[in-house]
Structures are given as structure tokens and as C-alpha cells.
Nanobody
Framework: QVQLVESGGGLVQPGGSLRLSCAASESIFSIKTMGWFRQAPGKEREMVALIISGGSTSYADSVKGRFTISGDVAKNTVALQMNNLKPEDTAVYYC?????????????WGQGTVVTVSA
């Protein structure tokens, strides 16, 4: 079964940058969509950024212009470059991949990585 392993979270000061990475443990034959969601304390999980096979991207208004999502289909990885971080960005970030493996279609989520933006 495919698992997603996340890395890159941590503590950063406002205005700083972090890069989150997510890698699949096994090959995914056909990726439809990759993305990042986040859940802040006391809030519902929200979409941060999506990238669709072919390169189209979508961002939440709150991160547009500051975050950049990228994916490497060959390596089965997705990353999120986060610049000019704000305290409001503090959350647990989850990557997700929607695609297919030998057994069929799948939607798999990462375990989450904590991002804390604080002075």
C-alpha cells in the first residue's frame, strides 16, 4: 500500500521560509492530482494548494503569491515552498495524492507535518 512521507516542517519566524516535501513509498502509475491541505488549531482542514497532472495549479487566497506548489511525477513527489510566512500559517500540513496503482485508484494522505510561525 502506498504511503506518503512528509518532511520540512518546523519553527520559523514571521517573514521566514520553509519548504515542505512529500514522497510516495511506492510508485504511483498515474497521478491525477497532488496537493497540500492544512489544519490550524480549532479550525477545519482547508485546501492550501493543488497541482493537476499537466501542471495547472490552484491556491487558497490566503497563500497566493507566497506559496508555490510543485510536483515531480517521475519521482512521485510533491513540494510546497512557503515564503513570507505569517503566524496565521501555523498549522499541521498534510499532503495528498490522487492517482492509481496496480490495484486501482487511490487517494492517500501524508501523516502531517507541523509548521509553527512565531517570533
Amino acid at each position: 500500500q502506498v504511503q506518503l512521507v512528509e518532511s520540512g516542517g518546523g519553527l520559523v519566524q514571521p517573514g521566514g521560509s520553509l519548504r515542505l516535501s512529500c514522497a510516495a513509498s511506492e510508485s504511483i502509475f498515474s497521478i491525477k492530482t497532488m496537493g497540500w491541505f492544512r489544519q490550524a488549531p480549532g479550525k477545519e482542514r482547508e485546501m492550501v494548494a493543488l497541482i493537476i497532472s499537466g501542471g495547472s495549479t490552484s491556491y487558497a487566497d490566503s497563500v497566493k503569491g507566497r506559496f508555490t506548489i510543485s510536483g515531480d511525477v517521475a519521482k512521485n513527489t510533491v513540494a510546497l515552498q512557503m515564503n513570507n510566512l505569517k503566524p496565521e500559517d501555523t498549522a499541521v500540513y498534510y499532503c495528498v495524492v490522487d492517482g492509481t496503482v496496480a490495484e486501482g485508484a487511490l487517494e492517500v494522505w501524508g501523516q502531517g507535518t507541523v509548521v509553527t510561525v512565531s517570533a
